[in-house]
């Protein structure tokens, strides 16, 4: 089973993929760690990637289309992925499709975790506080252009999947424990 889990920053979409990855045997596959990873490495796309991951603008399309081509046919992803982060971006939609239909495989579902601004600035601010900081993205500024680009880059991917008859939503605004009964319902009835 393939699924995307689409939403905005601090939505629980990684939380939340991390739970479906445990029950069914899938591999989590978020294109923000790998990034975060290349940056650590210092890599050539790590050091491509720095600072706009920094201003919190996405790095470009054929980055991360590149990175996801590779990494879904490792044999990890035989029983499946979630691809977490990714696409964020109409073109990386259509850039999925293409490599999926190339490989012979196919999206099952698309689950968007769907929570209002306000409640991300507050998470955020909560995260923030918690950990310090740990991310160089987590600061007020840098969230604020994140939401931006979701609403303007990201959030078109949601009537691209509906009109393919894929798109499920769950409200990502109840208890965790909520979110991940709701999404297990769904997941069930894609594949009923
Ligand atoms: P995330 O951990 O998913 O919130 O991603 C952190 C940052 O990595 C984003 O703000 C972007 O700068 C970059 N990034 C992650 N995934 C993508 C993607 N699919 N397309 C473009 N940029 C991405």
Redesign the pocket.
Known sequence: MNLIFLGP?GAGKGTQAGRVEAAHGLVQL????M??AAVADGSVIGRQ?EE??ER????P?DV?VTIIADRITHPDCANGFIL??????VG?AEALDAMLAEKGMKLHAVIEIRVDDAILVERIRTRIAETGGSRA?DSEETLKN?LDVYHAQTAPLIPYYQSQGKLLVVDGMKPVDDVSRDIEEKIGLATA
């Open positions: 920053p978020s294109t923000g760690d990034l975060r990637a706009i991951m919190g603008d996405l790095v399309d991360v977490d982060g990714f696409p964020r971006t990386q993205d994140r």
